[in-house]
């Protein structure tokens, strides 16, 4: 596999020196004015209407009434009346690799996955997790150079797990020492955060967690062996997948393993989530810090209440992953274990909880499972599921941008359409604070001031992911 990914960026340098992005933009000027637009700011306030931002050497200038905000002599002037302009995205589970079927290796898809995130309106992501080693450092390290297209990257590590994972690409840790030397190895190569994983032991969360820590970096977890509960005493900054992965409702849960089967998903479909237990363990959350990120997209794919993948994303598959996805999903439509619809309803409804009691909610997308879940598109619908959940859009747009970016420590540059703040904004055609769907019409993704043409990006890479 890393054969691969070396021939794709041998081709990609071969065959388009440093056309990479350029071929995408479509603003560049260094002065630019968006007018009569209608922005969301992503701190949850009101959607304004007949606003002007301006944007200069990629940082925004000024916002304000139209009329009232002055335009600089020589800016280039875009009148984008009818549109609505937010922050970037700033997702937080957008790994750069997909299951090429057989459920045991991942590709890594270092071409058509930085395109599609950043079309899709993500102009920040972190990978949380690693099939690829070196692969997602020098993808994030192309992309800065402007060589390739796609957001800003936090490269998580490859993942922190102990021994049971059927997926050959990860490392089975030995002890906390080997997890010490394991987290000190990754942040050395450049790596910005970590992972643990469901097979991880309390004593090598608990090392790795205090290795990053000292260096300043964050670690993640889509946990079961560690119940949520312990992770958060042992320094956890994030739990992934939301309260689905939570294994401490599991009766007589046995320290340091993950329970087998599903007993883990029958005992929260079985929850009461207005328990003293819930209320208690979200409470611990809250007051460690702890951050949860919603994984909606994924789950949405295993249950036969959600509709299917879009025909858009579907196109963007390579015909065989394609099939791979339309059969499991035929197959999950008519099977008559309704348990992920009851999942899904109550992590939705668990999420909810948790941010209504002051928890960071943020939010990824997680594009594994069976394949229905496409990176770019299934950011968009990310947002779509957030509102499913009952937060209202603006909300949903504040989990996506600014809550993603106070997670990460740069909501002083990125996250909200401030002055000042970097110039990372989508161009939707639409009012997405009173029609949700409306995220799906994005016109330009603008990284550090750059236009990029959201629509050529994501013609460029039809029928190629799974292989690319
Ligand atoms: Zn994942």
């Given at each position: 596999m890393l054969a691969h990914v070396v021939a794709t960026f041998a081709t990609l340098s071969a065959q388009q020196p440093n056309q990479g992005a350029r071929q995408f933009i479509s603003v560049s000027d260094s002065v630019v004015a968006l007018t009569n637009v209608r922005v969301i700011d992503g701190t949850g306030a009101a959607a304004r209407d007949g606003q002007t931002i301006v944007m200069k050497g990629g940082v925004i200038q000024a916002v304000g009434v139209s009329g009232q905000v002055t335009v600089p002599a020589g800016a280039r002037t875009m009148d984008l009346a009818g549109r609505t302009v937010m922050p970037g995205y700033v997702m937080l589970h957008e790994h750069l690799f997909y299951p090429a079927g057989g459920g045991a290796i991942y590709n890594e898809q270092g071409y058509s996955?930085?395109?599609?995130?950043?079309?899709?309106?993500?102009?920040?992501?972190?990978?949380a997790g690693n099939m690829a080693g070196y692969a997602d450092l020098n993808i994030k390290k192309a992309i800065d150079d402007g060589t390739m297209v796609g957001p800003t990257v936090d490269v998580t590590a490859p993942y922190l797990e102990g021994p049971g994972l059927p997926i050959p690409q990860v490392k089975a840790l030995r002890d906390a020492a080997d997890a010490r030397k394991m987290v000190n190895y990754w942040a050395d190569e450049g790596a910005t955060s970590f992972k643990a994983y469901?097979?991880?032991?309390?004593?090598?969360?608990?090392?790795?967690?205090?290795?990053a820590h000292k260096r300043g970096l964050k670690i993640t977890g889509h946990l079961c062996?560690?119940?949520?509960?312990?992770?958060?005493?042992?320094?956890?900054?994030?739990?992934?997948?939301?309260?689905?992965t939570s294994s401490d409702f599991v009766p007589d849960k046995k320290p340091d393993e993950?329970?087998?089967?599903?007993?883990?998903?029958?005992?929260?479909?079985?929850?009461d989530v207005n328990s003293a237990g819930?209320?208690?363990?979200?409470?611990?959350?809250?007051?460690?810090?702890?951050?949860?990120?919603s994984t909606l997209t994924i789950f949405e794919t295993f249950t036969a209440s959600q509709p299917s993948a879009p025909t858009k994303a579907l196109d963007a598959l390579l015909p065989e992953a394609r099939r791979q996805y339309e059969q499991r999903r035929a197959a999950i439509a008519q099977s008559a274990d309704t348990t992920?619809?009851?999942?899904?309803?109550?992590?939705?409804?668990?999420?909810?909880?948790?941010?209504?009691?002051?928890?960071?909610?943020?939010?990824?997308?997680?594009?594994?499972?069976?394949?229905?879940?496409?990176?770019?598109?299934?950011?968009?619908?990310?947002?779509?599921l957030l509102v499913q959940a009952g937060f209202s859009p603006l909300d949903a747009i504040r989990i996506a941008t600014l809550n993603g970016a106070k997670y990460l420590g740069r909501d002083s540059k990125i996250g909200t359409i401030a002055v000042g703040k970097q110039a990372d904004l989508v161009v939707v055609r639409g009012d997405p604070s009173a029609r949700i769907e409306?995220?799906?019409?994005?016109?330009?993704?603008?990284?550090?001031?750059?236009?990029?043409?959201?629509?050529?990006?994501?013609?460029s890479v039809k029928g190629r992911v799974g292989l690319h």
């Open positions: 996955f930085p395109r599609l995130y950043l079309a899709g309106g993500v102009t920040t992501m972190r990978t469901m097979h991880i032991t309390r004593a090598e969360l608990g090392a790795a967690a205090q290795e062996s560690v119940t949520f509960r312990e992770a958060a005493a042992l320094g956890i900054d994030d739990l992934e997948h939301g309260f689905v993950c329970p087998a089967g599903n007993a883990v998903q029958r005992s929260i479909a079985s929850l819930v209320r208690d363990l979200i409470a611990e959350l809250v007051r460690r810090r702890v951050a949860i990120t992920w619809n009851v999942l899904l309803r109550k992590e939705m409804q668990l999420e909810k909880i948790f941010a209504e009691a002051g928890g960071l909610l943020v939010v990824g997308t997680d594009p594994t499972g069976f394949g229905g879940v496409v990176a770019g598109y299934s950011n968009q619908r990310a947002l779509e409306d995220v799906e019409n994005v016109e330009i993704v603008f990284k550090r001031g750059i236009g990029y043409d959201s629509a050529k990006i994501f013609e």
